[in-house]
């Protein structure tokens, strides 16, 4: 091949040409945005783990990967409850293990310096900040509903400004090639940029370029510690996306003012904290991919330092287009390297057709916040980086595996088995392999689980597998196959109680409806306020229902992760009557009978829908399993459960083998 080896080259020409910045010359225009699990001591330093997390960034391909929200003044700026700690004594050995990390995988080391501002003693949507500072500073004094805030004092703005300078420099110290301020997403200098939370009438108040004088002399500060050849990256907002915050306009001033100042302009927008913009900040399913890119572009018409833009990007061809139009300079990838490290490297190679999507489920979000580690529904590797490290023993025995079921659980074990040299036989008794993804991505904004599918289908076709599709599993088939060890991944079916009715002809169950919504009628009633149903009434709306859901909890969507509800709810409550609290009585021609509160009542509608819930075969999973000394039982038919659940068991359960 000599030295023009890589297809994606040429294909993405301009997403993989380098780009200088002082003394950093990037491979490519790929940045691992600034991400920060907890996996950090309580004295605030890194821990193996996270380092191994980071290394595979840049083994995956990525130019430059950047460490998120390390904290520059840990006494007032801790804005989650653990965080890196720049001023921690013996966080320094971490954090060049860390840069030594990325710089042997391939990438530069970026680190963030941020601070929390108000939010370092305030609760935050990191967690329920056990480890919050004594006092929240903020610009003004205010009362919130989660505590007081006072303003920040002239003393500690100049303090904080000298802790930038220090952190920017230990930074260097440590090994890393460049630091990116945070100065967005509703933190310290985003708040003090706000007109909404900056109410001071000093120097730090009033104008926009009153405003902006703290971040400007942090940003000073930065240089003096690091020197004139260090690269300083920016996090700015293109807009607050709120009625009263920072607009546009006031936004590319803003980047105006730091254009003599910085390397790189990383345009972000809205506000972490706020619950409604969060969804938007890191963008959902809801919203288009590279919905966020078109701030970029409107700051990067009015600077001359290179522009880096964000917003869920996932597919190169997309990522190759904004930098070929002059969209962006780079682009910062965050979820989408969690759900497959290697995105950077698939697509020089040619690949691309082999890049795990980001599902966009936050599932990465809720995990951290659940047990401080971080996992993706999708990669089943995810924050288990330091034991992936040391490889596994090639199996002693060559096995002969029969996997029973083609849904995401049985085609990852096919997939893993068959990679760790096994000779593997997939049977589905459908038509095709995909199982429930196929009613799970029937919504219009789950095309990203279908895409899924089609790479999880592919990875099948080119593996060693045999695939016995239209193929019904019996005990007899097992006895004359004989395998040497039996996965079974035979999924879950739909739950259907014995509620009076249940079998009218108006009745549609949940999957039947998903895949053809044209059975149904104007208007639909959802029985089950779980994912399933309210997922469904969002679904079903657009495509010109009626919908109402009832739930008998006090909730729709409660098992939802709290970051992926953020997204969800204001689509339901749009989509939907709901009613909740409310238990179905009776199916009848005329709709729903339902009891809330001792009283009776009727939704009435055209069509039902059964979203009760799914249960589990284990029935028919003893009986195979009896069959076979060697058996493994995994996904929805151990227990139902997220598509994580299926994946990460059968990723493993083949490893054992």
């Known amino acids: 091949m000599g030295a023009k080896k890589w297809k994606g080259k040429e294909k993405y020409s301009n997403l993989f040409s380098p780009i200088r910045m002082r003394n950093v010359r990037a491979k490519n225009r790929i940045i691992a945005a600034p991400t920060s699990p907890s996996m950090i001591t309580t004295e605030g330093h890194f821990t193996p783990e996270m380092i191994a997390y980071l290394e595979e960034k840049a083994l995956g391909g990525a130019g430059i990967v950047t460490y998120g929200e390390a904290i520059v003044h840990s006494a007032t700026g801790k804005s989650h409850n653990k965080q890196l700690q720049l001023d921690s004594f013996g966080v320094k050995q971490g954090m060049a293990q860390a840069a030594r990390a990325i710089h042997n995988a391939g990438a530069y080391a970026n680190i963030q310096l941020s601070h929390g501002g108000k939010y370092g003693g305030l609760a935050s949507v990191g967690g329920d900040h056990l480890d919050k500072c004594n006092t929240a500073y903020g610009p003004s004094h205010e009362v919130t509903p989660v505590g007081e805030v006072q303003e920040m004092p002239k003393e500690l703005i100049l303090e904080i400004v000298e802790s930038y300078k220090k952190g920017a420099k230990l930074c260097k110290d440590c090994g890393f090639d460049m630091v990116q301020v945070h100065a967005a997403h509703g933190w310290l200098f985003s708040q003090f940029l706000s007109p909404v939370f900056n109410q001071r009438t000093d120097e730090f108040g009033g104008s926009l370029e009153n405003r902006a004088r703290f971040l400007l002399m942090a940003l000073d500060a930065v240089r003096e510690g690091v020197g004139p050849e260090f690269p300083i990256e920016i996090r700015l907002s293109g807009d607050d996306l709120t009625a009263n915050g920072l607009g546009m306009d006031e936004c590319i001033k803003v980047a105006e003012m730091v254009d003599d100042k910085v390397d790189l302009i990383n345009v972000s927008c809205g506000n972490h904290e706020d619950p409604d913009m969060f969804c938007r900040t890191h963008p959902s399913a809801f919203y288009k991919r590279g919905v966020n890119v078109y701030l970029a572009t409107a700051i990067k018409e009015h600077v001359k330092t290179p522009v880096a833009c964000v917003g869920s990007l996932n597919d190169p061809a997309q990522m190759e287009e904004i930098i070929a139009t002059g969209q962006a300079d780079m682009v910062e990838i965050g979820r989408a390297l969690l759900a497959d490290p290697y995105l950077p490297k698939k697509a020089l190679e040619g690949r691309e057709d082999d890049i795990t999507p980001c599902l966009r489920c936050y599932e990465c979000f809720g995990e951290t916040g659940k ?154 009633v959802i029985m089950g306020g779980g994912l399933v149903g309210t997922e469904a009434a969002v679904s079903f709306h657009h495509e010109g229902k009626e919908c109402a859901v009832i739930e008998m909890r006090s909730e729709v969507a409660a098992d939802a992760n709290s970051f992926y509800r953020g997204g969800l709810m204001p689509e339901v409550n749009k989509s939907a009557e709901l009613y909740t609290n409310t238990t179905v009585k009776e199916v009848t021609d005329e709709g729903v009978v339902c009891q809330r509160d001792g009283e009776e009542f009727v939704v009435k509608a055209d069509t039902v829908v059964c979203a009760l819930g799914f249960k589990s075969a284990y029935d028919k999973v003893d009986e195979l399993c009896e069959l076979v000394d060697e058996n493994y039982v995994i996904g929805d038919c151990k227990s139902v459960g997220l598509i994580y659940n299926a994946v990460n068991q059968g990723y493993y359960t083949a490893m054992s083998l």
């Open 371 to 524: 047990s401080e580690t971080v996992k993706c529904s999708v990669n089943p590797t995810m924050g288990q980086q330091l034991p992936e490290k040391y490889p596994r023993k090639a199996p002693k025995q060559k096995k002969r595996v029969l996997i029973v079921g083609g849904g995401p659980a049985g085609m990852e074990a096919a997939i893993t088995a068959a990679n760790r040299g096994h000779e593997v036989t997939l049977a589905e008794k459908a038509d095709k392999l995909g199982g429930n993804l196929y009613p799970a991505s029937a919504p219009y904004f789950k095309k990203d689980i279908a895409d899924f599918c089609k790479v999880m289908i592919n990875r099948v076709e080119k593996s060693a597998i045999k695939v016995m599709l239209n193929t019904e599993v019996t005990p007899e088939f097992i006895k004359d196959f004989d395998p040497d060890a039996l996965i079974v991944a035979i999924g879950s079916y739909e739950a259907k109680p014995s509620i009076k009715g249940l079998d009218r002809d108006n009745v549609v169950m949940a999957i039947e409806a998903e895949l053809h919504p044209e059975k149904l009628g104007k208007k639909v």
